[in-house]
């Protein structure tokens, strides 16, 4: 699995692109209007790359470790690598000698991302920055690989950590299936979106997609170009 590192670069806005899909009064046809005037702003990323074009070890650590970053996810909702939802996120590994893997404990909790009708960054990797309910996952399996699968559940993200829309929005269940790494690793997303639309979030869509940055809290979050968002 390869991802390619952050490059620190000052975001676009895509406000214009998006003000018809915050305002309208009816979700379905306002998301059918939204994915036709946005075709060309969300393109599939091509083969190749990944974070920085660098190998993730191919196997987990071999000992425990704790580690806090900044999930960054981009979706197929989402019409650039600005409007995304981002996680400040702790993660615990324990390794198991019997198996050559181990398992992994993840508590992800949303932060601010969308202000004043626009999408936002945070102002830091920090908890002054977070909002709303904490997504957790306690030891999931993780293979000799480093190879995991998580099912976060629930959970119900206020207007102002939904960096796509700016709307309360609601996905259950979250999962992640990835592949863990000390450095950085990332995963696909999927799911489902049930309100204020019902969209599935399909795993073989190479649009979805979260990357995972080691932090060190109060770090400036990482930003991210469209290519940036390989995971394999």
Known sequence: MRFRPAAL??????????????????PRKDYDDFLGNTTNQRTTPDGGGGLADVEVDSKPPTQAVEGLYVATCITVLSASADNVLRF????????DAATGGGKLTMNMTPLKGYADG??????????????????????????????????????????????????AITLDPIILDGR?????????????????????????????????????DGDTVPTYKDADFVCK
């Open 9 to 26: 670069v000052v975001p676009v806005g895509v406000v214009s692109l998006l003000a018809g899909f915050i305002a309208c009064v009816e």
């Open 88 to 95: 400040y996120t702790k993660t615990k590994y324990t390794p």
């Open 118 to 167: 626009k999408a936002t960054q945070p102002k830091c990797a920090c908890t002054t920055e977070t909002l709303g309910t904490t997504l957790n996952v306690t030891d999931a399996p993780v293979d000799k690989n480093g190879k995991f699968n998580a099912n976060l559940g629930k959970i119900d993200l206020p207007p102002e950590a939904n960096g796509i829309s700016g709307r």
């Open 180 to 216: 863990f790494a000390e450095t950085g690793f990332c995963s696909i997303l999927s799911g489902k979106v049930t309100a204020p639309i019902q969209i599935a979030l399909d795993a073989s869509d190479a649009r979805n997609i979260c990357l995972f940055v080691p932090i060190k």
